[in-house]
């Protein structure tokens, strides 16, 4: 009995051992790249550094700079812009998605080549794609505009103006709802069907179903959705950078373009990693806000 139970132990040690030379790779890059990476922004964050000359230790001045100080214009504005874009773009994502989700969970002949056509998008290159959509938003000879000409519309300058240039960048994120979309889609697929039956018994109709069955089921997908897509606009660059480069007259200063244009335009390392610091409490705030409100909605089977 003690043999087995040695053998057991020493096998035990041995995955033990093999699970972390497994790991090491991915453990090693997380303590170099991201762990020792946040500590010394951290630490920069309270200094003036310009990456040419030896950080100097300023304290909490740079924060100060930020919120009332001689940069809170830009930074308000930057703030400003990225929470608009997310408190727009985040619902349509998330309500368009879904309803897309729900028109590729039918089973027809050639659904699967639809639900390739829908997710493609998400992942084409951020550049080619606002490069795609420079045309799309051309004042003059794009396809957005030709349209709108067909039945009498003149259509606006779009990036060219500060009143549409957000609202065209928001109308475009409607493009990258494919990913959010495929998730949506697995979740429906693992609603069991049971579920669907004993309504139907019960005389649902469709539309019942889907508000008693459907969304209850959904919830933590639709959780899950939410917080990475506020996760992923605020942290939008791409777009704003290659199309409008935070114009025009700051209408699309995004909050992590102003940080990159402090970082490598201004060499104001030490702002710039302030700036990273306070966009990573603001978005832990949303997350730990969202976690919070979560057990009201989300419904996890098995969970009371």
């Known amino acids: ?50 990456m040419l000359t030896s950080p100097k230790w ?20 930057a703030l400003k812009v990225t929470l608009i874009y997310t408190f727009s773009s985040v619902p349509l994502q998330l309500v368009g998605g879904f309803l897309v989700a729900i028109l590729m969970n039918q089973q027809i002949k050639g659904i699967n080549v639809f639900r390739t056509i829908y997710y493609l998008p998400s992942i084409t290159a951020g550049v080619a794609t606002a490069m795609l959509w420079l045309f799309i938003f051309n004042p003059q000879f794009g ?64 539309f019942k179903q889907f508000l008693y069955v459907t969304i209850p089921q959904m919830t933590p997908i639709i959780f899950f959705n939410l917080v990475m897509s506020i996760i992923g606009t605020f942290q939008v660059f791409t777009s704003a950078f290659v199309m409008t480069a935070g114009g025009p007259v700051n209408a699309t200063l995004f909050y992590v373009l102003y940080l990159y244009r402090e970082a490598f335009q201004s060499f104001r390392m030490g702002y710039a990693s302030a700036l990273a610091w306070v966009l990573f409490i603001i978005i832990m705030i949303f997350t730990g806000i969202q976690v919070k409100l979560s057990g009201k909605w989300v419904y996890y089977e098995g969970i009371r």
Not at 61 to 66: I, L, T
Not at 176 to 199: C, D, N
Request: charge should be neutral; include cysteine.
């Open 143 to 206: 396809i957005l505009n030709w349209l709108l000409a067909q039945v009498g519309i003149e259509g606006p300058a779009w990036l060219a103006s500060r009143k549409w240039a957000l609202p065209a960048l928001i109308m475009m994120s409607m493009w990258g709802f494919g990913g959010p979309m495929v998730i949506y889609l697995a979740g429906l697929q693992g609603i069991p069907q049971h579920l669907y039956e004993a309504a139907k018994i019960d005389g649902a109709n469709a």
């Open 58 to 77: 300023i304290g909490l001045e740079n924060y100060q700079s930020a919120f009332s100080g001689f940069d809170s214009r830009l930074f308000w504005q």
């Open 1 to 50: 009995m003690a043999f087995h139970k040695s053998n057991r132990n020493s096998l035990a040690r041995q995955e033990e051992r093999l699970f972390y030379l497994f790991i090491s790779p991915w453990l090693l890059g997380f303590l170099v790249l991201t762990c020792l990476s946040m500590a010394a922004s951290l630490y920069w964050s309270f200094t003036e550094y310009d």
